[in-house]
């Protein structure tokens, strides 16, 4: 081989040698997506060709051969994990490898309000296309066995807030921390509740608090509402409070309540049982948990909605009747 041959092959194999290096420094230093975000899910099963195959499909600037290569070098191609990724413009293939081998997931959301009851919550979680569905037609005795739980409604026991899990969580499970949170801060407030309260367990207080919630969304009136029911219990007064009535009433409310649904016995008309409800009508936040563990100690043992959101308290009968008179009689 003459050195003109030789000569021409160095040159050759220097120059690809030379356009690999750079094809490989671009693969591995420039974004992969510009200007975009797009969701690709890692399944169970899922070979790093099947990977390769969803990025492309969603159009990522990345070369199968230097992908395969980056995530041997950086020693993550047994270690992708499943789930649902979120990539974001500017990301390389580097950082893309190590979302996937980190398992940082996309989260997805999901809000509990304060004052929803649990058919809220189902309706909710039923909606929401992310979660694995689990819960139809399943008995909520069983359900709170699961969670350990010796109550047997799961009414109240969920705690109100904003929750983010990864797609396929299952409803159950969701729920399952939302049950923990609401019995990790019961705990925590009933641990340093005041002294003298008429309550026996935590689930009493829990009890009361569903109704202050429900009461009032006013965070500063909840520790007056909450001392008027507590004088109320220590006296043997009807607690009278509306939204137990609603709560009794289910699916015939209507929007108003009437003369007659004040009358009508049910474990929740708290017009004519005495004491607490059998259970939370609805899921009590951390304010009305404190308001009932701290009380107001005023004298007040009634109340009533001045129209704007606010109420009017009154120690005695003849003063609630005036405020009665004046917010809600005269009005209509």
Partial sequence: ????????????????????????????????????????????????NRIIDKLVAEQLAIKPFWFKVIA???????????????????????????LFAQGKTKQHIITFPEGWSFKEILREIEKNPNLEHTLSGADFGCLMAKFKSDV????????????????????????????????QVLQREWGSKAEGLPFKTPYEALTLASIVEKETGAVSERPL???????????????????????????????????????TATPYNTYVISGLPPTPISMPGRDALYAVLHPDKGDS????????????????????????????????
Wanted: hydrophobic share 40%; charged share 25%.
């Fill in 301 to 332: 043992l009634y109340f009533v909605a001045r129209g704007d959101g606010t109420h009017a308290f009154s120690a005695n009968l003849k003063d609630h009747e005036a405020a009665v008179d004046k917010f809600q009689r005269n009005k209509k």
């Fill in 152 to 183: 047997k409604s799961p009414e109240g026991l969920f705690f109100p807030d904003t929750y983010y899990f990864e797609k396929h969580t299952s409803d159950v499970s969701l729920l399952k921390r939302a049950y923990d949170k609401m019995q």
């Fill in 1 to 48: 081989m003459n050195n003109k041959i030789i000569g021409f092959i160095l040159l050759i194999l220097s120059f690809s040698s030379g356009w690999m290096w750079m094809d490989y420094q671009t693969a591995l230093h420039n974004p992969a997506l510009l200007d975009k975000t797009v969701t690709i899910e890692i399944e169970k099963g899922d070979s790093i």
């Fill in 225 to 263: 509402i909450a001392g008027v029911f507590i004088r109320r219990l220590e006296q043997n007064m009807l607690l009278q409070t509306d939204p137990t009535v609603i709560y009794g009433m289910g699916e015939s409310y209507q929007g108003d309540i009437k003369a007659k649904d004040l009358t």
């Fill in 72 to 98: 041997f070098q950086l020693n993550v191609l047994k270690k992708l994990k499943t789930g649902e990724y979120e990539l974001t413009s500017g990301l390389t293939v580097p950082q893309i490898l190590a």
